[in-house]
């Protein structure tokens, strides 16, 4: 099999399995190929595994049937939401990763929490279809049983997020994936971002190094950021604003005390 029928065939399986199903229209324009060709892509995928994937009329679309098994993609959530991650990240830069010739070993993943794959296809599905749920929630105090509508995604420290509004508390909040036990459809309507202030609302966090730290370790910090001022400016959105300060406040195990101060 050649690279380009592998890559779409992984993309048909990742459609299927993490998705809402594929069409032929879908699989051309995702690989700028005519719509005939992507039609004969999907039927060589069905002639190869042929309890894959079944044609809903209603949906106008192929999903994966009861049998469904990965042959070209990780089922792990967690590597799906990397693959999601990964894919913004280059398209900073160029969507092509033809073009990374050098490892990069990312030592977060070792740090990795549990992910439920059917919560997360739950919350996926109703991010993408605008549809709130009812989900059983374990925070660091209690267990909540909250009805969410899922806006977006994000990822602070080392743990995937979804940015929500809660029906029961009338604001929006942050969740975190690996403390769902439980996931359901939810029957309110769902509540978009449009009032969410907090993320709309820039801010900028000026730092600087404890001045308790040693003056080595306050010079590498400046140099680690090349800040000529002394002064690290963070912009960011209200609502991460406490994943920032996390991050920054951190304490320093051999001195104990922050790196970085808020001014």
Partial sequence: MNRDTFRRFAYIETCLYWG?????????RTFEI???NAQKCLNAYRILHPEQMVYQPSLK????????QVNYINNKPEIYLDYLRGNQLAAYYWAEDEWTDLPIYDVDRLFRTYLDSTYIKQVLSAIRRQRTLTIHYQSKSQHYQLTISPNRLVYASRRYHIRAYCHNWERYVDVVFSRLIQVSEGFEEWVSDADDHEWHTSLKLNFTPNPDLPQQL???LLADYHLADGIHTITTCKALKPYVLREMERIDWRHHIKLWIVV
């Avoid at 679309?61 to 469904?68: D, G, K, L, Q, S």
């Fill in 20 to 28: 809402e199903g594929i069409t032929a229209s879908h699989l051309a």
């Fill in 34 to 36: 005519t719509r005939q």
């Fill in 61 to 68: 679309r192929h999903i994966a049937t009861n049998h469904f």
């Fill in 218 to 220: 306050r010079q590498t």
